[in-house]
């Protein structure tokens, strides 16, 4: 059994290690859940960086992961 952080290497090979970790913490932390759990502001301080930064990394990632998700959904 692997978790979901386990694949984010196979659905996307060339994200960063900050754009991982962004998009781990985002997860973990129910960002993406409905209602969301947390707040950018809040992931950003739980990685010990900008608000603007970690914005970044993580739609950076996300914009890495979707092409190749929405090939698998297809």
Do not use: C
């Amino acid at each position: 059994y692997y978790s979901s952080f386990h694949y984010l290497h196979f659905v996307s090979p060339d994200l960063t290690s900050f754009q991982k970790l962004a998009l781990q913490t985002a997860i973990k932390e129910g960002y993406y859940n409905y209602p969301r759990k947390t707040e950018l502001r809040k992931l950003a301080q739980l990685m010990k960086i900008s608000l603007a930064t970690y914005r970044e990394h993580l739609r950076k990632a996300e914009r890495k992961i979707l092409p190749d998700l929405l090939v698998v959904l297809k």
